[in-house]
C-alpha cells in the first residue's frame, strides 16, 4: 500500500528535488551569459572583478551578481584549468552560497564547485576560509586554485603547520585563505592569548565553506580543541603502576568493549590496595579515599592502556614513540597524544621514553568554533546519514545534488560468514578472480592490522601483485590510489575516508605526468613521453572500463554508515560501471560488539556449513540497524559535549571580548580606577555591617584587608574611634588615599608606561584567572552527573554553578589586578623575566582522550623590521637588547622597566 507521502512525492517529487530545481531559473541565467562572456579577452575577463566590486560598493548584494559572477568563473576555469563546470556543479556551488551542505558524489568534482560560490563571496571583501581535513590538501587544491584566483584578481593563501604568526597573518589577509580545521581553530585560541592586537593572525570569521564536511563537523567534533603547557614529569609513578597490571588475574577487573571502559572489581581493588601499600604510595587505608584520587586515575590509565588499547591498531610504536592511529581514516597521527595521562600509561605499557602531561590553557569545540561564522557551508559524498546532527547543532540543511552521469555501480547484497578464516578466505579467492579478468580492486578495511592480516594471506596464496595503503605508507598513499584503478591493479587500504585523491579508471594521468616528467627540460623528448603516457591511460581505462569497472571488497562494515558509503563511492565515479560488495563474519566487531543475538542465533539454525555465507537483504538491514545505534550514541556524546561547552562558550565569549577591548584602549585609567573602587566597596562592605555601630566595625580586619589589597597603611583604627563617623566616610577617606598614590604613581610612570603596565597586568591576571577557571570547570563536569541520584539536574546545576564560579572569577580579577597596581613600581635594574612555558596545541577527543598537539614557533623579529612606533612589530625583545622605541636604553630600562613588588 502506498502511502499519501509516497503518492505527493511521486507527483512533485521530494523537498530536495524541489530545492534542487528551484536553481534552474539561476543556471539558465548563467548559461544566458556564456557567449558573451566568452568573447572577452583575458583582461577584460579579469577586470569583472573589479566590475563586482564597484557594484557591491554601489549597493548591490552578492545574490544580485550570482549569475555574471559565477558565468565568469565558469570561462575563467575553462581557461586556466581546462576544466568547464558543469550544470550540477553549478547547483552544487549555489547551495553553498545559500550556506548550506551540498552531498555530491565522489568524483563529481567538489573541489572546483567550492570555487564558484568562494569567488563570489570573496568579492566583498572580508575573506573566505576553505577547510581541509589535512595539510596536503589544503595546499594542493590551494596551488591549483590559486592559478584561477590569481587570474580573476584575486589573493590566495594556505595555512598549514609550522608557519609563524607573520606569515598566516599574511595568509589570512588574502582575499582566500585554505586551511585545515585544527589550525583555524588553533590560530583562534592562540589569538586569544596575545597582548597585543597586532600580534593577532585572524582578521574576522565571515565565510566558510568546509570540505569533508562530515569528517570535520561530526567526527572530528567529538574533540574539543585545547591549549595547554606542561606540568611536572612524574615518569616514574607511571612505571611503577604500569608495573602491576599484568600482576592482575582476569577476574580483577570488567571490561566493556561497548562503553570503552574498564573497571576492577573488589578483588582487584583489594589487590591493588596491598601493592600500592607496599610501594609507599596509598594514602590512608583505602584506595578510595579522597586523598588517593590522583592514583585511582593513573591506575584506570594502565589498565584502559592494557586491555582496551591495542597496538597496530589503535596506535603504533615509531622511533621510540606512541603513534595514534585515526579510527575514521586509518592514518597515523604524529604529535597527537591521547588525554589525562593515559599517553602517559601507553608509554609506560610499551617502555618507551614518558613525556610529560599538560595543563589546559584554552580550549574551544568545533562546533562553537564554527558556528561563530557569519555564513557556513560545507561539500561531501556522505552527508544524508547525519543531516539531523547538521540541522540541530548547526542550522545546516543537506541538499542532494543529483550526479553529472548516471550511477552505473552495482552494490551486491552482504556476505556473512561463521569466522574471520573463512570469510579472508572468500575474499582472496575474489580478489584472484577479479585480478584474472584485468578489473582493478580496491579491499577496504578497519583497521593497520587487519590490512597486514590480508596481505600476509594474500601472500601466503602464493599473490604478490598488490599495493598496501595503511597508516604505515601514508606519505606515497596519494600516487597509490591514483593508480588503483588500472586493470589487474589490487590495493588494499585502511578506511579511504578523506583520502583526496580520485581513483580514475586506467590510472590519475596527472599524477603519472607529475611523476613520470619530473626534472624533465620542456622539448620535443618531454613533448613525445607525454603523448606515450596519455596514450597508455587511455588504452588502460578502456580495458578497465572493459572489465566491469573498479570493485570495491569491504572486509567488513564500520560503526559509522558514512565511511561504508564513502568506500563504495569510491567505485562508479562520473558514470563508470563498477562493483561493491561487503564481507563480514560473526567475528567482526560491529557484530560481536553492536549486532543483534538474534542474528547468530538464526544462523547457526540455518545450520551454515564451513566456508558457506548467508547472502539476504535482511542481513543487511539488520546490519544497519546495528550502525544506527552507535551512530546515534556518538551523536549523543557530541550532543552532550556541547551542552556543556555552551555554559563554557559564552564565559569563553566575555572573556575574549575583554581581552580585545583591553588591547583596543589608548588608556585604561578609568577601567583601573572602576575595579579599585570596587574593591573599596567589597572591604567597606565585609567590614562594616549594615546599620551596625561603629563600635561593631571591624576595624582592625578593615586595616589589615586594605594593606594586602592597596598596600596603604592608613590609622583606620583612630578614624573609628572619631565621634560621628558613618560609612560613608570611610569609603570615601579609602578612595581618596588610593587615588592619591594611584595618581602618583601614573605622573611618575608617564601615561604611555602606565598604560603598558596596566595593560600587562590587566591581561596576564585575566589569563591566570581564566587558565584556573577551566580547570575548575573541567573538573566540576567530571562530577555533576552524580548529581542526576539526587534527582538534579547535572546540566542545570553546572549551569548554575559555573555561573557562581564565573562571578569569582571576576571578583577575584579586581582583587589582584588593584593589589598587583598599588604595588607595581619602576626599578633601575629588573630582574630578568623568565621565559614563558611552551604551549602545545591539542585536539582532544571526548570518548577516547585522544590529543593532536603542535607548537607555535616563537615570534622573533629583526631590529631593522621593527618600527619604534608601533609596538606590535617588536615581536619578542630580549631584557638586554636596545628598546626598540628609539630612547637609547636597554629594553629591561625602558618599556620593559617595571616590576611588581
Not at 534542487?20 to 583582461?43: F, P
Not at 589550525?183 to 566558510?208: C, I, P, S, T
Not at 585515526?326 to 588525554?339: I, K, L
Not at 561603629?694 to 580586619?701: F, Y
Request: proline share 3%.
Amino acid at each position: 500500500m502506498v502511502s499519501f507521502g509516497g503518492i505527493a512525492r511521486k507527483l512533485f517529487g521530494s523537498s530536495n528535488d524541489r530545492r534542487v530545481r528551484s536553481y534552474r531559473s539561476r543556471i539558465s541565467d548563467i548559461a544566458a551569459l556564456e557567449d558573451s562572456v566568452k568573447t572577452l579577452t583575458d583582461t577584460e575577463l579579469a577586470a569583472k572583478t573589479v566590475e563586482f566590486r564597484q557594484q557591491l560598493a554601489d549597493g548591490k548584494s552578492l545574490d544580485d551578481i550570482l549569475a555574471p559572477a559565477f558565468a565568469v568563473v565558469r570561462e575563467a576555469s575553462r581557461r586556466v584549468l581546462g576544466m568547464r563546470p558543469f550544470d550540477v556543479q553549478l547547483t552544487g556551488g549555489m547551495i553553498l552560497h545559500d550556506g548550506a551542505i551540498a552531498e555530491m558524489k565522489t568524483g563529481e568534482g567538489k573541489t572546483l564547485v567550492a570555487t564558484l560560490p568562494v569567488y563570489l563571496n570573496a568579492l566583498a571583501g572580508k575573506g573566505v576560509h576553505v577547510v581541509t581535513v589535512n595539510d596536503y590538501l589544503a595546499q594542493r587544491d590551494a596551488a591549483t586554485m590559486a592559478k584561477l584566483y590569481g587570474f580573476l584578481g584575486l589573493t590566495t593563501g594556505v595555512i598549514v603547520h609550522g608557519l609563524d604568526d607573520d606569515q598566516r597573518r599574511a595568509a589570512y589577509a588574502c582575499d582566500i585563505t585554505y586551511a585545515t580545521n585544527n589550525e583555524l581553530g588553533f590560530d583562534y585560541l592562540r589569538d586569544n592569548m596575545k597582548y597585543d592586537r597586532g600580534q593577532m593572525v585572524q582578521r574576522g570569521h565571515n565565510f566558510a565553506i568546509v570540505d569533508e564536511v562530515d569528517s570535520i563537523l561530526v567526527d572530528e567534533a567529538r574533540t574539543p580543541l585545547i591549549i595547554s603547557g606542561p606540568l611536572d614529569d612524574r615518569s616514574d609513578l607511571y612505571t611503577t603502576i604500569d608495573a602491576f597490571i599484568p600482576m592482575l588475574s582476569a577476574e580483577d577487573y570488567e571490561i566493556d568493549e561497548k562503553q570503552r571502559s574498564a573497571n576492577f572489581s573488589e578483588g582487584g581493588t583489594e589487590k591493588l590496595e596491598k601493592l600500592l601499600r607496599d610501594a609507599g604510595l596509598l594514602k590512608g587505608e583505602s584506595l578510595y579515599d579522597v586523598e588517593n584520587v590522583a592514583i585511582v586515575h593513573h591506575i584506570n590509565n594502565a589498565l584502559k592502556a592494557h586491555k582496551l588499547f591495542s597496538r597496530d591498531k589503535d596506535y603504533i610504536v615509531r622511533n621510540g614513540e606512541i603513534v595514534i592511529i585515526d579510527e575514521f581514516t586509518g592514518r597515523m597521527m604524529p604529535g597527537r597524544r591521547y588525554s589525562e595521562g593515559q599517553h602517559q600509561a601507553l608509554e609506560a605499557k610499551e617502555k618507551v621514553q614518558i613525556q610529560p602531561e599538560n595543563q589546559t590553557l584554552s580550549s574551544i569545540t568545533f562546533q562553537n568554533y564554527f558556528r561563530m561564522y557569519d555564513k557556513l557551508a560545507g561539500m561531501t559524498g556522505t552527508a544524508s546519514t547525519e543531516a539531523e546532527e547538521f540541522g540541530n547543532i548547526y542550522g545546516l540543511e543537506v541538499v542532494e545534488v543529483p550526479t553529472n552521469l548516471p550511477i552505473q555501480r552495482i552494490d551486491e547484497d552482504d556476505e556473512v560468514y561463521r569466522s574471520g578464516e573463512e570469510k579472508f578466505k572468500a575474499i582472496i579467492e575474489e580478489i584472484k578472480a577479479a585480478h584474472a579478468r584485468n578489473q582493478p580492486v580496491l579491499v577496504g578495511t578497519t583497521s593497520i592490522e587487519k590490512s597486514e592480516l590480508l596481505a600476509t594471506m594474500l601472500r601466503q596464496a602464493g599473490f604478490e601483485a598488490f599495493s598496501v595503503l595503511n597508516a604505515r605508507y601514508h606519505e606515497q598513499e596519494a600516487y597509490i590510489v591514483s593508480q588503483a584503478g588500472v586493470p589487474g591493479a589490487v590495493t588494499i587500504a585502511t578506511n579511504m575516508a578523506g583520502r583526496g585523491t580520485d581513483i580514475q579508471l586506467g590510472g590519475n594521468i596527472e599524477m603519472r605526468l607529475e611523476r613520470e616528467l619530473e626534472g624533465m627540460e620542456p622539448g620535443p623528448e618531454r613533448d613525445a613521453l607525454e603523448a606515450s603516457i596519455r596514450a597508455d591511460v587511455k588504452e588502460l581505462k578502456e580495458k578497465a572500463l572493459a572489465a566491469g569497472g573498479l570493485f570495491v571488497i569491504a572486509t567488513e562494515r564500520h560503526e559509522s554508515r558514512r565511511i561504508d558509503n564513502q568506500l563504495r563511492g569510491r567505485s562508479g565515479r562520473q558514470g563508470d560501471p563498477g562493483r561493491s560488495k561487503f564481507y563480514l563474519s560473526l567475528q567482526d566487531d560491529l557484530m560481536r560488539i553492536f549486532g543483534s543475538d538474534r542474528m547468530e542465533g538464526m544462523l547457526q539454525k540455518l545450520g551454515l556449513k564451513e566456508g558457506e555465507a548467508i547472502v539476504h537483504p535482511w542481513i543487511n538491514k539488520a546490519l544497519e540497524r546495528a550502525q544506527k545505534k552507535v551512530e546515534a550514541r556518538n551523536f549523543d556524546i557530541r550532543k552532550n559535549l556541547l551542552k556543556y561547552d555552551d555554559v563554557t562558550n559564552d564565559q569563553r565569549k566575555v572573556i575574549f571580548e575583554q581581552r580585545i577591548e583591553l588591547m583596543d584602549a589608548t588608556d585604561l585609567t578609568e577601567t583601573v580606577e572602576d575595579m579599585r573602587h570596587e574593591v573599596i566597596e567589597m572591604l567597606v562592605t565585609k567590614h562594616i555591617p549594615e546599620r551596625a555601630y561603629a563600635e561593631q566595625w571591624d576595624a582592625a580586619g578593615l586595616k589589615q584587608g586594605v594593606q594586602q589589597m592597596l598596600n596603604l597603611d592608613l590609622p583606620i583604627e583612630e578614624w573609628v574611634q572619631e565621634e560621628g563617623i558613618a560609612e560613608d566616610d570611610i569609603r570615601e577617606r579609602l578612595t581618596t588615599a588610593a587615588d592619591a598614590v594611584a595618581k602618583d604613581r601614573a605622573e611618575r610612570f608617564g601615561p604611555e608606561v602606565m598604560t603598558y603596565v596596566e595593560r600587562s597586568v590587566l591581561l596576564q591576571t585575566l589569563d591566570g584567572l581564566w587558565r584556573e577557571h577551566i580547570v575548575n570547570l573541567d573538573h566540576l563536569r567530571s562530577v555533576v552527573g552524580f548529581r542526576g541520584y539526587a534527582q538534579r539536574d547535572p546540566l542545570q546545576e553546572y549551569k548554575a554553578e559555573a555561573f557562581e564560579l564565573f562571578q569569582a572569577l571576576l571578583a577575584n580579577l579586581r582583587e589582584a589586578v588593584t593589589a598587583q597596581l598599588m604595588r607595581v613600581e619602576l626599578v633601575r635594574d629588573a630582574p630578568e623575566t623568565p621565559e614563558p612555558p611552551l604551549m602545545q596545541a591539542h585536539h582532544l577527543d571526548a570518548t577516547t582522550g585522544e590529543d593532536e598537539f603542535s607548537q607555535p614557533p616563537l615570534l622573533t623579529v629583526a631590529a631593522e623590521d621593527r618600527d619604534p612606533v608601533d609596538q606590535s612589530t617588536w615581536g619578542k625583545v630580549g631584557r638586554n637588547e636596545p628598546c626598540p622605541c628609539g630612547s637609547g636604553k636597554k629594553y629591561k630600562h625602558c618599556h620593559g622597566a617595571f616590576e611588581q613588588v
